[in-house]
């Protein structure tokens, strides 16, 4: 025969009683759950919306305190992000693998602890000595979306009742819990949009301020011509023309400075500058560079360095006086002539060591053009894919057939047609390519 249970010894009417306390209960709970999920889904605050969902259910709970929290960046703490209670542990790191927390974020578990104190990883003694705050009993759910761990919320202390939470408050805690991780996540990823943004922005800025540095499109019998392609938004290459007052020199230099991003564009802005600055004084090319070298070195360059060709062509005498300080060899190609003359560089790039030359400064190399051209390229030229099927690059030999293929056009027609060369909509380029021609274009 069956022993009576309780539910067995209660009048009808309280057993009514009791669904309609069970019904109420979860009517609550689920008006809870609706209204923290939407506030969780609409706000753009986290840690308001942190501190005061908190709030909510550790006082629907009828406990004493709770936290927010989240793993940090590097993946080997959690981080208190929000807490509510008596006591602020807002920034209180906790290693992952320790404590209650990190066990059910660990084991993305929800951890129910009646009695903290013989919970073995129970790690709040020196937070009660130090507070006064003692920890009873643990609800903790995990953060996570699938395999991805988040975070935990945790419920200290439950007032009411036994002083035990049960599985109705587990329950709850879990769903809020899911709704909280999928409001960070979403949140996180409103940060990154946010910050890509302002990131392109910056760039766009920044190319903007480049491309005001280079040279304007100068006339067609001009002596000296320049382009400059970017592989991605912002270049690390530069070029720059520069006429004396006279008139009687045009300075001109191409550099390409050893690394990407924003760093190597502010890093290019500033050799241009001093180029065009130290051009008006220095009447060698060799010393200007040396010049060049000694400012990048007294005042820093994030471990990057420059390459870089500089010289100045006189227009009377059709003579070209360049230094070159580890850049790709310039190539002059004499009129009615297959051979190239390559200009080696015979000094280090700039940057580097501030005591790599002598007082002369860089070493200089004066050419005769007559009725030839002078090249000067980046090695984004050298590297490019041809048009040529596979992934093969232009290389040195490439680049001077390159050059005889085209040595016929004028200058500006001349460059447009090296860069269709090597530059295709379906294969973006690989490097910056920037190109200078210098050939005679005035009276001698």
């Known amino acids: ?82 807490c509510f209670g008596p006591v602020d542990v807002t920034g209180l790191r ?19 602890v009646r009695d903290a104190r013989r919970d073995p990883d129970f790690g709040g003694q020196d937070i009660a000595a130090e507070t006064g705050f003692v920890t009873k009993s643990v609800l903790v759910a ?53 910050e890509q943004e302002r990131s392109r922005h910056e760039l766009t800025l920044a190319a903007e301020i480049q491309r005001s540095l280079l040279p304007g499109e100068a006339a067609p019998d001009y002596p000296v011509h320049g382009v400059n392609v970017p592989a991605r938004l912002v270049s690390g290459d530069f070029f720059d023309v520069v006429e004396e007052a006279p008139g009687d020199r045009i300075w001109f230099a191409l550099g390409d400075v050893a690394g990407k991003g924003m760093n190597a564009a502010i890093l290019m802005t500033k050799a241009a500058s001093l180029f065009r600055c130290l051009s008006k004084t220095i009447a060698s090319p060799g010393r200007l560079l040396a010049a060049v070298n000694a400012e990048l070195c007294e005042t820093g360059s994030h471990g990057m360095f420059v390459t870089m060709v500089a010289g100045f062509y006189d227009i009377w005498s059709g003579r070209v ?76 030999d490439g680049t001077r057939r390159l050059i005889r293929d085209v040595r016929g056009l004028p200058p500006p027609q001349r460059l447009a047609a090296m860069l269709d060369r090597v530059r295709r909509p379906d294969r973006p380029l690989r490097d910056d390519v920037t190109i200078l021609v210098v050939e005679h274009g005035g009276p001698r």
């Not at 109420?24 to 506030?39: D, S, Y």
Request: with cysteine.
């Open 1 to 82: 025969m069956r022993a009576m249970s309780d539910d067995d010894r209660r009048p009808p009417e309280a057993a009514g009683d009791l669904m309609t306390s069970d019904r109420e209960v979860f009517a609550n709970h689920m008006a809870l759950i609706a209204e923290m999920t939407r506030e969780f889904s609409a706000s753009r605050d986290s840690q308001t919306v942190s501190r005061h969902g908190l709030a909510r259910i550790t006082t629907f709970l009828g406990a004493e305190a709770s936290s927010l929290f989240l793993i940090d960046e590097e993946g080997h703490d959690l981080v208190c992000a929000a």
């Open 94 to 112: 906790i290693p992952l693998r320790k404590g209650i927390v990190g066990r059910a974020v660990v084991l993305n578990k929800t951890q129910m």
């Open 142 to 194: 995990p953060l996570s979306l699938g395999d991805e761990r988040l975070g935990a919320i945790e419920i200290i202390n439950k007032a009411s009742g036994d002083g035990l939470f049960d599985e109705h408050d587990r329950t709850l805690l879990e769903v809020l819990a899911g709704s909280a991780a999928l409001a960070i996540d979403n949140f996180r990823l409103t940060q990154r949009l946010v």
């Open 321 to 396: 006086r360049i230094a070159n300080a580890g850049h790709e060899p310039p190539l002059f190609l004499p009129a009615g002539a297959d051979e190239f003359l390559a200009v080696p560089a015979l000094a280090p790039p700039l940057g580097i060591a501030d005591d790599i030359v002598g007082w002369d400064g860089y070493p200089e190399h004066d050419i005769d053009l007559g009725d030839g051209a002078l090249y000067v390229f980046t090695d984004g030229l050298t590297e490019a894919y041809t048009e040529a099927e596979g992934r093969a690059t232009l290389g040195e």
